[in-house]
């Protein structure tokens, strides 16, 4: 894990994510959009990819990259139908039941800003959305394409927030920013990572009793 590369990074993964924010705010929100309407994303799924997803079937699915879908149905079968002649991969369709008033999943309309401007009318999904997978269905007669619905997870999920609450105390909720990464990977027992994060941090710091916090979880990754 090259840590110093992954701060960077998250300076990088701010910036849009902070202007889907701004810009899901402006067109729904503000605009009191409260209609419902679907999005589709197309794409080939690696086997076992797909077969830990039939396993998880009625589950939650977490989306850990920026989410490009369209609102044209048919951007989405053509981006499905190319990994059907290549035996590694399986044609996925997802089809997305969105209600814009939602926040905890920031997304927006860039069909201004795409490549392909409204000729596929792109809805950005930001990093880490969470949406809960209802049962796929098989929609070829050569098994090698399928479709699965899913639907926006909200504030008061009661499965998500569970799971936000199991995960807040396992992973040190008193813990800020980077050294809440540092605990995790101690706990991970990623120590060589963690002792990465932590030195980083040392010459960040300023205040004298900071240093020592620092210097004194560099003693605890080394005897690790």
Not at 17 to 37: G, L, M, R, S
Not at 103 to 126: C, G, H, M, Q, R
Not at 175 to 180: A, F, I, L, S, T
Not at 194 to 208: G, K, N
Request: proline residues 3%; negative net charge.
């Amino acid at each position: 894990m090259e840590v110093d590369l992954i701060i960077r990074m998250g300076f990088l993964i701010r910036d849009p994510h902070n202007h889907i924010v701004d810009h899901h705010k402006k067109q729904f929100v503000e605009h009191t959009h409260k209609k419902w309407f679907t999005v589709f994303r197309g794409q080939g799924l690696l086997k076992d990819d797909f077969d830990r997803m039939v396993k998880t079937q009625s589950s939650l699915l977490l989306f850990n990259n920026f989410l490009s879908t369209s609102t044209k149905e048919q951007i989405s079968l053509n981006f499905a139908c190319q990994p059907i002649s290549t035996s590694d991969l399986v044609g996925m369709v997802f089809v997305m039941t969105i209600r814009p008033s939602i926040l905890s999943t920031p997304l927006a309309n860039v069909s201004d800003v795409s490549y392909f401007k409204e000729e596929e009318e792109e809805i950005l999904f930001s990093i880490n959305s969470i949406i809960r997978m209802d049962p796929m269905k098989q929609i070829d007669e050569n098994n090698c394409r399928w479709q699965v619905d899913l639907t926006l997870t909200s504030d008061n999920d009661p499965y998500l927030n569970a799971l936000t609450e199991r995960m807040r105390e396992e992973t040190y909720p008193e813990k800020e920013g980077w050294d809440h990464l540092g605990n995790l990977l101690i706990k991970l027992e990623q120590f060589n990572n963690a002792e990465e994060v932590y030195d980083i941090l040392l010459h960040q710091t300023r205040t004298d009793a900071k240093k020592a916090l620092m210097n004194h979880m560099l003693g605890m990754v080394k005897d690790d």
